[in-house]
């Protein structure tokens, strides 16, 4: 069975100063990663995947992701927060061919001015 | 292009009483489907998926349930809830086939209060 770690539940930062939000995965077979955002009583919506190829992905609203197959980790990355980038943060994954799409806890993102 | 509803938003229902979330999606056919629940602070616990009209997977033992009544329509229900039935449901589809991009595309949730 595949599974979703977010190794920080609260990352709280300052605006236009960089942030990593952290995530490692199991799974004994290929896996598709995603990230996703969700702002206050929302759903989620998508950014950024990993499908295949390159290991560098870049997303929506300034954010990319690196896939590490050695260390099973697929952190998130942006270079300068927003005000707006306040929201909760959720890596997610599927075994390709598979059906079901795993969720980590969130991390909730707090950028202050 | 696809869009997805869900309804109805907010509910406020006493402990006991019967439930009914509903979610249809519009702009693509034979999507697999999706109900999750997000607790407070809690990530997604996927609750039902459903491959086609009239087949549902249950993910975990509850007093809800989900069906399927035709291809694009997507009900999740209790007779009876239980005050740990509160939370954010939220519904969600993936295309299938040649349609599949991999990410699931999700509603605005629906927030249940049992009190």
């Known amino acids: 069975a595949q599974s979703v770690t977010q190794l920080d539940s609260q990352v709280p930062v300052f605006e236009e100063a960089p942030v990593e939000l952290r995530c490692n995965y199991s799974?004994?077979?290929?896996?598709?990663l995603f990230w996703y955002v969700q702002y206050p009583n929302q759903g989620l919506q998508l950014l950024l995947k990993?499908?295949?190829?390159?290991?560098l992905v870049k997303g929506i609203n300034g954010f990319e992701a690196e896939f590490n197959k050695s260390q099973t980790s697929f952190h998130l990355r942006k270079p300068s927060v927003h005000i707006s980038d306040t929201a909760e943060y959720f890596c997610a994954v599927i075994t390709t061919g598979g059906f079901k799409t795993i969720f980590g806890a969130g991390t909730r993102l707090f950028v202050k001015a | 292009s696809q869009t997805i509803h869900q309804w109805p938003a907010t509910l406020v229902q006493p402990v006991g009483s019967p439930l009914s979330l509903e979610c249809t999606v519009e702009?693509?056919?034979?999507?697999?489907l999706y109900w999750y629940r997000q607790a407070a602070g809690r990530g997604l616990q996927l609750l039902f998926y459903s491959v086609g009209i009239g087949q549902i997977s249950s993910e975990v033992p509850q007093n809800l349930s989900a069906s399927r009544p035709q291809d694009r329509q997507f009900i999740l229900s209790s007779k009876k809830l239980l005050l740990s039935d509160s939370g954010f449901y939220l519904c969600a589809w993936r295309g299938v086939g040649a349609l599949n991009t991999g990410e699931l595309f999700f509603g605005e949730g629906s927030r249940l209060t049992v009190l």
């Open positions: 702009g693509t056919s034979n999507p697999n």
């Open positions: 799974s004994s077979v290929s896996v598709y």
């Open positions: 990993y499908l295949s190829g390159s290991t």
